[in-house]
């Protein structure tokens, strides 16, 4: 099993959990556990870098878009996303999301998925402590 | 999961979950009994219970045969609003808004095809855009976009793609009126720019078909169908990153403007009818609409070219249909006739013969129900009735309908086993993806024949004709 994401039973769509020691972390796992439905993300060359910022009212919310950003990027640009960088959240009067995301012309790789959409269900954000150790476990749903 | 609600057994295929608690109407579910053994499995019950508890609701929430969980309401759900007190909810069409089918007759038969069809399926595969990532053929600037949402197919048949012939059977016309391309976001654009005359992925899907069976000839001739073992084809697409980008859209302003914590689920975020939001939300719909019916107006083109550029032949439309959708329509409640916002999730509208909204050619008959099967099972043709606008806001099932999940299906199936054992039924397959076509291996779905025998049984959609695939590209 993979220890930054793995995927649970759904009928119709796809279900997933990222795992990290901090929220960045989980951040960038769920990115990566939403671009290996779509392909072998271990196979995409990085050559093509950008800067994502997003925004939201509560981390849920912060999630749903980071994720949701990325897909936009995908359908208006046809670049598929195989690497997270430099990922921050920081939190003034709403929660705010930077990172740096690189990838590949999506036309180059055998793509086996189309996710739609990023979805609040069953969403959730949690922390779990075993011993000393804290982790931060999402779970998401994504439309197929 | 939906097993602890009580169901009561009303008739041979009906069963009701009274209405409880919050709800405001009975939820009815059309079914066998083996298929509510399959929504059982999953949360389809809780969620058509849900939807029942939804404001302005009229007479019942209703699951069709091929009801599964879906993202708020079930998928092959559906519900009407009243104008004035309901809503209008972004989960109630999904996420990829008319998703649709539309079936092609040709005047070749399966003995002729088979002379050339490798040819025939590999210039498609070149000529149609399909896959991720990948998009379409055309470039086209935003402003033409615009005109895209605004006159859906038509637009297309102006370009050059098509003849006039074909959006006059095609649901609405090919083009929703009330469509506002100023609604669409900027973002929502820039998904589609690229995307407009392309297949896409996943379950979408481009089928030549032949005639198996042929249940009612006056109908079948009358919609096209004239003998067993003539070709037919099908494409099912919807509107692309365009249509996602509208329902993420207005599901976030719908948060912003009325919340979700007095909904039974979050994902039935809805805004009122009458509201400026879920106008707004309507008339966005409406244009995302109009995308797909572009989209499959471009293809039905390029099906042509691809076609004749191998055997020379004639493709006609016999008709297309939305499968997700809302819609403003007149039906009968409490014996009078109303205005009400129907919402149609996986669901074909199954109007019967007299309704205005159909073609005029079809109107003494009834309108085709086109309804896909899975890839490498039967499709069906049916055609609406009366009894559907009494008893499911003219509505009937959409396709198979999945019981398995995609990880499961990639535990059980290989692409190439999947592709060889469908080489054995003499179905040729192509696609961009093997791990693809595993996963829609035709296990995974409910059994068709079982889902269209039920709408026949209930009333809701009449057996027409049955199709069985030859040669499928896969998106």
Redesign the interface.
């Known amino acids: 099993m993979n220890e930054k994401y793995y ?8 279900k997933f959990q990222a795992c990290g020691s901090n929220m960045e972390e989980a951040f960038k796992n769920a990115a990566l556990a939403m671009f290996n439905i ?1 392909c072998d993300i271990d196979r995409i060359k990085n050559e093509k870098e950008m800067e994502v910022k997003v925004e939201g009212d509560d981390l849920k ?1 912060l999630l749903y878009n980071w994720l ?1 950003e990325l ?2 990027i ?3 640009k ?3 996303i195989g690497e997270v960088k430099n990922l921050k959240i920081s939190k003034m009067e709403n929660y705010r999301l930077e990172a740096v995301v690189n990838g590949d ?3 180059k790789y ?5 996710v ?6 069953e969403m959730f954000i949690k922390e779990e402590v075993i011993g000393e150790k804290k982790r931060i476990i999402i779970q998401v749903v994504v ?2 | 999961m939906g097993n602890n609600i009580e169901i009561k057994r009303t008739g041979e295929y009906e069963w009701r979950i009274p209405r409880i608690g919050n709800m405001k109407v009975d939820a009815i579910i059309y079914a066998s009994e083996k298929l509510i053994k399959d929504m059982q ?2 949360i389809t019950l809780q969620q058509i219970k849900n939807v029942a508890m939804l404001s302005g609701i009229q007479k019942y929430a209703i699951a069709l045969p091929d009801a ?4 708020g309401f079930p ?1 092959g759900g559906v519900a009407a609003f009243d104008i004035n007190e309901g809503i209008i909810s972004p989960g109630g069409v999904g ?2 808004i008319n998703c649709s089918v539309r079936l092609l007759k040709t005047d070749i038969s399966i003995k002729e095809f088979l002379k050339y069809r490798h040819k025939i399926l590999e210039t498609i595969f070149r000529n149609v855009p399909s ?5 379409g053929r055309t470039r086209i600037t935003k402003d033409e976009l615009k005109d895209v949402l605004e006159k859906g197919a038509k637009w297309a048949v102006d370009q050059g793609y098509g003849k006039e012939g074909d959006w006059k059977k095609t649901e609405e016309n090919g083009c929703m009126g009330d469509a506002k391309a100023d609604e669409v976001s900027e ?1 929502a654009i ?2 589609g ?3 407009l005359g392309s297949l ?3 379950n979408h899907f481009l089928e030549i078909q032949q005639v198996d069976k042929i249940y009612n000839e006056k109908i079948a001739r009358a919609f096209g169908i004239s003998y067993e073992g003539q070709i037919t084809i099908m494409v099912h697409c919807g509107s ?2 365009l249509g ?2 509208v ?2 859209d207005y599901i ?1 302003l719908m948060e912003k403007e009325y919340g979700f914590k007095h909904l039974p689920d ?2 039935l975020i809805n805004a009122p009818i009458q509201s400026k939001l879920g106008e707004r939300y309507y008339r966005a719909m409406c244009a995302a609409a109009n995308f797909a019916f572009a989209n499959k107006q471009m293809i039905t083109h390029w099906l042509r070219e691809s076609f004749n550029g191998v055997i020379s032949c004639k493709i006609d439309v016999i008709y297309d249909v939305c499968h997700n959708i809302a819609k403003i329509e007149k039906h009968e409640v409490d014996g009078e006739l109303k205005k009400v916002c129907v919402h149609r999730k996986g669901a074909t509208r199954s109007f019967g013969p007299g309704r205005e909204e159909i073609p005029e050619m079809y109107r003494e008959i009834g309108q085709p129900v086109i309804i896909p099967g899975s890839m490498g099972t039967a499709s069906y043709l049916l055609v609406g009735t009366k009894k559907a606008e009494q008893i499911s806001f003219g509505s009937t099932a959409h396709g198979a309908g ?7 299906a990639l535990r059980e199936f290989r692409g190439n086993e999947v592709r060889s054992e469908l080489a054995k039924k003499d179905i040729e397959i192509i696609s ?5 076509i595993a ?1 829609e291996a035709p296990q995974v779905y409910k059994d068709i024949d079982e889902v269209v025998r039920v709408s026949h049984g209930v009333g809701i959609g009449n057996l027409v004709a049955r199709f069985i695939p030859v040669s499928v590209m896969k ?1």
């Not at chain 1, 055998?110 to 189309?114: L, M, S, W, Y």
């Open positions: 995927y649970l039973e759904h009928t119709a769509d796809a779509m919310a949701e897909l936009f995908l359908d208006s046809n670049i598929i012309d999506a036309g055998e793509i086996f998925n189309e739609k959409a990023v979805t609040y269900n439309d197929l | 499995k999953d599964h969980q879906g993202y998928i996420y990829d896959g991720v990532g990948r998009g973002k820039q998904r720019l690229p995307q896409g992925a996943g692309r990153g996602h980008q329902a993420s976030r979050r994902e999945r019981v398995k999940s995609r990880a499961a961009t993806s093997w791990k693809s996963e998106g």
